[in-house]
C-alpha cells in the first residue's frame, strides 16, 4: 500500500496484510518498508521499489497461505497480538491462542483488560463467533467491491482436521519480474576481516543489505568528505558490525556565530553488532558546536529479528545518570540513577566515527557489565522470564 508523507517527493510503502474479517479501512497488520528511501528523485528510486516489491512484498506475503500462516507471522509482535489470537482461534487452535493471552498476562496484568474482548471469543460458541466473522467478510468485500472474485470458503475450525488443507489459499507468484540492475545492492561481508561500504542499507527477512555499495576508496573519501556513510565488516570472531556514519553539519548562519575552534561537524550514528540470536545496537551523539564530547548515548539489547527489546540504557553524559529498562523482569518501566566516575568516563570517546570498533564494543561491554546487563552473549536465545 502506498501511503503519502508529509513531503511532496516522498511516500511510505506498506505491507498490506489483512484478512478479509479486518476492518477495510485499516493499514493491516504489517509495518512499511524501507521508510526513508522513497524519495522520487533518488536515482536508486526505480529498481529499487520494483526489487522491493518483487522480494519484500510478494515473496515475503506471497507465501503466507493459510490463518496460521498469519498467526505466526504476527506471534511476538505484542502490538499484533489481537489479530494472532483471532487468526488462531478461527484456525482451529483454541488452546495455542489462550496461551498466548495466559503468556501475556503473567508478564503484565493490563494484558488481561487489554486481550478481554478476545479472551471472550474464546468462551462463546464458536459457531456464532465464526457467523460473526463472515459477515465480517461479506461487509469487506462489498466495502472493496471485490464481490465477482470474491469464493467465501469456511474457517478452518468449522472443517475436521483433515478437511483444513482444502481451505488453504495457493501461493502467490509474481510470475516474471525485471532483473534487479547490478551495482544496487550487495550481501554483508562474509569472510572474517573483509569491510564493505555502501550509501545506505535496507533490512530485508530481519538482516541488513547494502544499497549503493562502492569502493574502499569511494568510502574513504566519502568519510573525509563528511558524508553518510554505512560500513559493514566481518569481525575476527565472525560477528557482523554495521556502522552507520551521520555526520551533520551546523547551518553556515551558526557557525558564524560560533567560536573559531568549534567543530562545526556533530554526530548522530549507530552500530549494530549481530550475533546468532540477539543483536546490540550502539548510538552515538555530539551536537554540532557543542563543547561536549563524542559519547555513547545508548545501548539497546535485542533479538535478532528486532522484535523483542531485551535491555536498554540511555545514558546523559550531562547529567551524570542513566536509565536502564529490563524486559527480563527487573526494570521494565526504567530506573534512573548516577554513574560511577569510570563509567562515565567509559562513555566518552575520544576518536572519529565510526574509529576504532574494537574499542567502541569494549566499551559497551563494561558499559553493560556496569549497569546490571551482565556478560555481552549474542549466541544466547532469548526467553521472558
Not at 466473522?133 to 461487509?139: L, M, P
Not at 550481501?187 to 550509501?199: D, V
Not at 540470536?277 to 539497546?300: A, F, K
Not at 566516575?341 to 569494549?362: K, Q
Amino acid at each position: 500500500m502506498f501511503d503519502r508523507t508529509g513531503e511532496r517527493k516522498r511516500f511510505r510503502i506498506w505491507r498490506y496484510l489483512n484478512p478479509l474479517y479486518g476492518h477495510p479501512g485499516s493499514v493491516g497488520c504489517d509495518q512499511s518498508i524501507h521508510s526513508p528511501l522513497w524519495d522520487v528523485t533518488a536515482a536508486h528510486f526505480m529498481p529499487l521499489l520494483l526489487d522491493s516489491l518483487q522480494h519484500d512484498i510478494f515473496a515475503e506475503l506471497g507465501r503466507l497461505t493459510t490463518l496460521e500462516d498469519l498467526a505466526r507471522r504476527l506471534e511476538g509482535d505484542r502490538e499484533k497480538a489481537s489479530p494472532c489470537v483471532i487468526a488462531l482461534l478461527l484456525a482451529g487452535r483454541p488452546q495455542t491462542a489462550s496461551a498466548i493471552m495466559d503468556s501475556l498476562a503473567a508478564r503484565d496484568p493490563i494484558w488481561k483488560h487489554w486481550l478481554a474482548k478476545e479472551r471472550q471469543l474464546l468462551d462463546r460458541d464458536i459457531k456464532a463467533v465464526c457467523a460473526e466473522f463472515h459477515e465480517r467478510e461479506e461487509r469487506t468485500v462489498q466495502e472493496l467491491k471485490i464481490a465477482s472474485i470474491w469464493e467465501p470458503s469456511p474457517f478452518p475450525i468449522e472443517l475436521s482436521e483433515r478437511e483444513r488443507e482444502s481451505v488453504a489459499e495457493p501461493q502467490f507468484d509474481a510470475g516474471p519480474w525485471p532483473v534487479t540492475p547490478d551495482g544496487l545492492l550487495a550481501l554483508l561481508p562474509e569472510q572474517r576481516g573483509e569491510l564493505k561500504f555502501s550509501k545506505d542499507f535496507i533490512f530485508r527477512r530481519s538482516l541488513p543489505l547494502l544499497l549503493e555499495p562502492m569502493t574502499i576508496e569511494a568510502g574513504q573519501r566519502t568519510y573525509e568528505a563528511h558524508e553518510r556513510l554505512i560500513a559493514a565488516q566481518r569481525l575476527d570472531d565472525g560477528k557482523l558490525l554495521l556502522s552507520i556514519v551521520a555526520p551533520q553539519r551546523a547551518h553556515q548562519s551558526w557557525i558564524d556565530l560560533a567560536p573559531p575552534d568549534a567543530d562545526p561537524i556533530g554526530y548522530h550514528s549507530r552500530l549494530l553488532l549481530y550475533g546468532c540470536e540477539r543483536l546490540v545496537e550502539i548510538s552515538l551523539h555530539r551536537r554540532s558546536l557543542s563543547e561536549q564530547p563524542l559519547s555513547i548515548s545508548s545501548i539497546e539489547v535485542q533479538t535478532r529479528d528486532r522484535r523483542e527489546n531485551i535491555w536498554r540504557c540511555n545514558f546523559s553524559h550531562e547529567q551524570a545518570d542513566a536509565t536502564v529498562f529490563d524486559a527480563r523482569g527487573t526494570y521494565g518501566d526504567g530506573v534512573t540513577s548516577k554513574m560511577s566516575s569510570d563509567l562515565l568516563a567509559t562513555l566518552v570517546l575520544d576518536h572519529p566515527v565510526p574509529g576504532a570498533p574494537g574499542d567502541i564494543l569494549c566499551r559497551t561491554r563494561l558499559l553493560l557489565n556496569g549497569m546490571g546487563y551482565g556478560e555481552l552473549d549474542l549466541d544466547l536465545p532469548f526467553e521472558r522470564s
